[in-house]
């Protein structure tokens, strides 16, 4: 007879909205299990209120977004767990112009907040640099 009254306490908490609520805790940790979003800037000069060279959102897991190669480039931040500090660099020679690019990237990776701001030489650094992640045309230097 005792299950009787659990019901009822269920249905009404149910009926009040507040059964979402519990659930809460898994919904949060399933979002932390998603891939990443990123939003990539190329300002020319020495910080980012230098004038836009290009832009891309990439998205990882699944991949997409408008950067022109997200395969690749989420492949190489899932191998540095989201940190740009920690992607290898590509061996290239560039030019030793001084023609300086700021990059800034920002977003999300599995649940955390990422933030990535540094001033490269010229573009061809930026890119060999951050394994072409930053390298936001279709063309390869």
């Not at 599995?110 to 936001?136: M, P, R, W």
């Amino acid at each position: 007879m005792r299950a009787r009254p659990v019901r009822t306490a269920l249905l009404t908490v149910a009926a009040l909205g507040l059964l979402p609520l519990a659930a809460t805790p898994a919904a949060a940790h399933a979002q932390s299990t998603t891939g990443g979003r990123q939003h990539i800037a190329v300002h020319e000069g020495t910080d980012p209120s230098g004038p836009l060279l290009a832009a891309a959102r990439l998205y990882c897991f699944p991949t997409g977004g408008d950067h022109p190669d997200p395969a690749g480039s989420c492949l190489k931040l899932a191998i540095a767990d989201g940190d740009y500090t920690r992607i290898p660099a590509e061996h290239r020679a560039c030019p030793r112009i001084y023609q300086p690019v700021t990059v800034v990237a920002h977003g999300t990776w599995h649940g955390k907040t990422t933030f990535y701001q540094h001033t490269y030489a010229n573009q061809c650094v930026a890119n060999a640099e951050s394994g072409d992640i930053f390298n936001l045309t279709s063309w390869r230097d």
